[in-house]
């Protein structure tokens, strides 16, 4: 039941408009940004071939498009999930998948794969353009796998937010909204790391900016995988409560 709501959530999204213009627009701005890294990177290789280690074609070029995709997928992501629930809730099929027997888990796993299933398959899309690179020049695999990691954990835990927000909210514009508000703040909290090394660490800790950094240089810690995991799934079995409390109620 789980796969069959993903699957309907997934294919709802190539129903209308809104799933093709995204692929489109982000693949067009991608594009843009890709080969003006590449620019870049050609200005500076004189200079590189006389510094010792130099970065690379994965660091100047594959890493800096990854880290622009991340902000990119933060605006996405409030317009994908704000019609998760709210949706339902407007059209009025909430009530009836509430008064169903399929559990609140069920729905609400559904709800959150099926729109993680598209942002995949716009990281994939994503991957393509640095993949090309391949036919020139050598990149390194481990930072690659590293940044679409990253990729991949933030856009988990964008959804689950979002699918947390919508669950709270009839008005998908509002639920859009209010993940926006949270995003940015998860975002760049890490910047009042600043005022003291006490609230530095605690800022750092909770900021998706800080955890994700060190992906896109081929490094992987136990405690950032650890941090979008519990993220992820905090918002997600909020998500649940909220739907069994809304179920209550009728």
């Known amino acids: ?23 489109g627009g982000l693949q067009i701005i991608l594009a843009w940004k890709f080969l003006g890294f590449i620019e870049y990177f050609y ?11 130099a970065p690379g074609v994965t660091d100047l070029i594959v890493a800096p498009l990854f ?3 991340k902000i990119l997928l933060l605006m996405i992501a409030p317009l994908i999930t704000m019609r998760l629930l709210s949706e339902e809730k407007q059209n009025g099929t909430l009530q009836l998948l509430l008064s169903s027997p399929i559990s609140m ?4 796993l559904g709800k959150y794969l099926g ?19 391949i036919v020139a020049t050598d990149l390194d695999m481990g930072k690659f796998a590293a940044g679409m990691l990253g990729q991949l954990l933030n856009v988990a835990a964008f959804t689950a937010l979002g ?7 009839k008005q998908a514009v509002t639920a859009a909204a209010s993940t926006y508000g949270l ?10 790391s600043t005022s003291d090394a006490t609230g530095g660490n605690f800022f750092n800790y909770i900021s998706m900016t ?14 950032d995988l650890a941090y979008f995991i519990l993220f992820s799934l905090g918002f997600i079995l909020l998500s649940i409560r909220q739907l069994d409390a809304q179920r209550l109620q009728h």
């Open 1 to 23: 039941m789980i796969l069959h709501i993903a699957l309907r959530e997934f294919r709802s999204l190539f129903l209308s408009p809104l799933g093709w213009v995204i692929m």
């Open 43 to 53: 200005t500076l290789q004189a200079d590189l071939i006389n510094i010792k280690n």
């Open 67 to 69: 880290d622009f995709s």
């Open 105 to 108: 888990t069920q729905i609400v």
């Open 115 to 133: 729109a993680l299933l598209f942002f995949i398959l716009l990281i994939l899309q994503i991957s393509l353009m640095p993949l090309s690179l």
């Open 163 to 169: 699918l947390y927000m919508s669950s709270l909210s």
């Open 183 to 192: 995003l940015i703040m998860f975002w760049i909290i890490n910047i009042a």
């Open 210 to 223: 800080h955890h994700s950094l060190q992906m896109l240089r081929g490094i992987v810690y136990g405690s």
